[in-house]
């Protein structure tokens, strides 16, 4: 299945477990800014009630241990018990699949080394790896309203609580699409038999059956009335973690170094993902877990193909959360594809990625490609660009809150290999360089109390605030710089088919952002408030952020001429030198 074809022309502060329901109780607070169909419940991202604390150990391992023998220990582990991995090396030749309600852990990120030799899908496995069949899809009757909770199914016999469904509709052509000039993405609700047909939709988790209705969480993100379909998901790992190690890679063929297909309320914590032979982490059909406080940099491969050096949620994953992270030196950083909803990417620092052939170019690192991603929000993070493509089809209603997107980046060497890092080399992308670059293919976009560019922009004078596709950019011409890009074909410098480049523009909010290089607002008539929430998903400020301000960006609460362009911890950490001790 194709994923990227961009480009190619060309703690001081300490990182804190997550804190029991530190972000529950903020609802649908956007909702005070935004309009209710583009809004949902984000709080409910991530594990519910945060990762649990495991203390039982079952069993204790010293380095020498082969990938069998620590295999064994997991397959033996009780529920809720720790495998422990003492500080050292282990040579592990194969992969490890992490059982449900089982933790392995180590000594800590530079003390406890597995280094990976071996080829496969994950080099450390959650999940069933069965991929949901559209034969095991039952019609939805009744309830498939949005915010709806309760649904009626015309057969809900072999339903349980506890189950997931994959809940999905055939493509609503007025803003759902697989199709573009690259061709058409019959892979994009999954390959499981749909041909394309249902890219829009979402994970839920079964929490009551009464005879044929079925009562869910989450509730319904839109309304499903186009032939809506139950879809059962088998999660063959939940409530399983790893958790303080380093994952060394070696380029010898593992797709991931960590692989979530069919995992839910499960975890990665406080990790070094030391170079990736394809992607840092893939994510697929799964259901409300987080990664969180690790460290992801460097890659083998820094080119479009199968994999991208990334976080990738894909395949209707639902409730993620992406929070406190490092990466680094990636071909993108954060991807969402094929559906992936309601997920949370938030208070990441992203920075110094490249494209190994056009290593002019700005890869921004948050990155929606492959349809239909729907309902994200990226909040609080420090990356060069957001970047929704063009390339395989549609994606709508996500939502960017008090990031800063700058708009620039420095590329370091080595474009390839293993060698040490080239920083007194380093050179600035030339090409590309938008901070927001949402193409003819977004819908529904809301753009809220970002930061928007840099002092690097500043500098090249070569700055335009925004542009649409109707208008003539020159985005391949050395140092030219936008602060938004909607509805062009990228990469190019033309708008694709004229009947949609405006509406990725017309149809987007923007409100409250901030203009490093100009020094100004840009509002929205359309809203009243100027007030912003501290966060559209956390209800206080995180224990992790230390002394550090929150929020870090955008307009100060209660005071809207006055801009915030702050730190977050994770960029703290790595501008500090203390990665990766401060993990």
Not at 124 to 130: A, D, E, K, L, Q
Request: glycine share 10%; with cysteine.
């Amino acid at each position: 299945m194709p994923r990227l074809a961009l480009f190619s022309h060309v703690r001081v502060l300490a990182w804190a477990a997550t804190a029991c329901c530190a972000h529950a109780g903020t609802a649908r607070v956007a909702d005070t800014i935004l309009p209710a169909a583009r809004v949902i419940d984000w709080s409910q991202s991530g594990i519910p009630g945060g990762i649990p604390n495991r203390t039982v150990v079952c069993a204790s391992i010293a380095p020498g241990a082969t990938r069998s023998a620590i295999q064994a220990a997991l397959d033996s582990c009780k529920p809720d018990q720790v495998v422990l991995l003492a500080a050292g090396t282990y040579e592990i030749d194969g992969g490890l699949t992490i059982p449900s309600n089982v933790v392995l852990r180590g000594a800590g990120p530079r003390r406890t080394i597995l280094s990976a030799r071996g080829a496969g899908e994950g080099f450390i496995r959650f999940g069933s790896g069965t991929t949901p069949s559209a034969e095991d899809s039952i019609a939805i009757t009744a309830g498939a309203t949005a915010q709806s909770t309760r649904i009626t199914l015309a057969d809900a016999s072999d339903i349980e609580v506890g189950s997931h469904l994959m809940v999905t509709q055939l493509n609503d052509p007025s803003y759902v699409s697989v199709t573009t000039s690259n061709g058409n993405c019959t892979w994009c609700d999954g390959g499981i038999g749909w041909n394309g047909t249902r890219a829009q939709g979402q994970i839920v988790e079964v929490t009551a059956v009464d005879g044929k209705v079925v009562t869910i969480s989450p509730a319904l993100y839109v309304a499903y009335a186009r032939k809506p379909l139950a879809t059962e998901v088998d999660m063959g790992a939940t409530n399983a973690g790893v958790e303080d190690l380093q994952v060394l890679m070696n380029d010898t063929g593992f797709t991931a170094n960590f692989l979530m297909e069919g995992a839910s309320n499960s975890w990665i914590r406080n990790v070094e993902s030391n170079y990736t032979d394809g992607d840092h982490a893939q994510l697929h059909w799964s259901y409300r877990n987080e990664i969180r406080d690790s460290w992801f940099h460097d890659a083998f491969t820094h080119s479009a193909g199968r994999t991208d050096a990334d976080i990738f949620i894909a395949d209707k994953s639902t409730g993620t959360l992406v929070e406190n992270n490092v990466l680094r030196r990636l071909h993108q950083s954060v991807m969402l594809n094929w559906g992936a909803a309601g997920n949370v990417i938030a208070y990441n620092y992203i920075d110094n990625n490249f494209d190994s052939v056009g290593h002019n170019t700005l890869f921004g690192g948050l990155n929606v490609h492959g349809a239909h991603p729907m309902f994200n929000l990226w909040e609080g993070n420090v990356a060069p660009k957001l970047d929704a493509d063009y390339f395989w089809g549609s994606s709508s209603h996500n939502t960017a809150f008090r990031n800063w997107f700058k708009g620039a980046a420095m590329v370091y060497g080595p474009l390839a290999g293993r060698d040490p890092e080239q920083a007194a080399g380093g050179f600035w992308a030339s090409q590309a360089l938008a901070a927001v670059d949402l193409s003819q293919t977004t819908r529904f976009y809301s753009l809220v109390g970002n930061v928007i560019g840099s002092d690097r922009q500043k500098a090249l004078g070569k700055w335009t605030p925004m542009t649409v596709a109707r208008q003539p950019r020159s985005y391949y011409s050395t140092n030219n710089s936008y602060g938004y890009a909607f509805g062009y074909a990228n990469p190019s410098d033309g708008g694709g088919d004229p009947g949609d480049t405006d509406k990725a523009y017309t149809t987007a909010i923007v409100h409250g952002d901030y203009d490093v290089v100009t020094g100004s607002f840009r509002w929205s008539p359309a809203i009243a408030s100027h007030d912003l929430p501290n966060s559209f998903y956390r209800a206080t400020k995180p224990a992790w952020f230390g002394s550090l301000a929150w929020p870090a960006f955008g307009p100060s609460p209660g005071a809207s001429t006055t801009a915030l362009v702050g730190d977050i911890p994770a960029k703290a950490c790595f501008d500090q030198g203390k990665m990766p001790n401060c993990l």
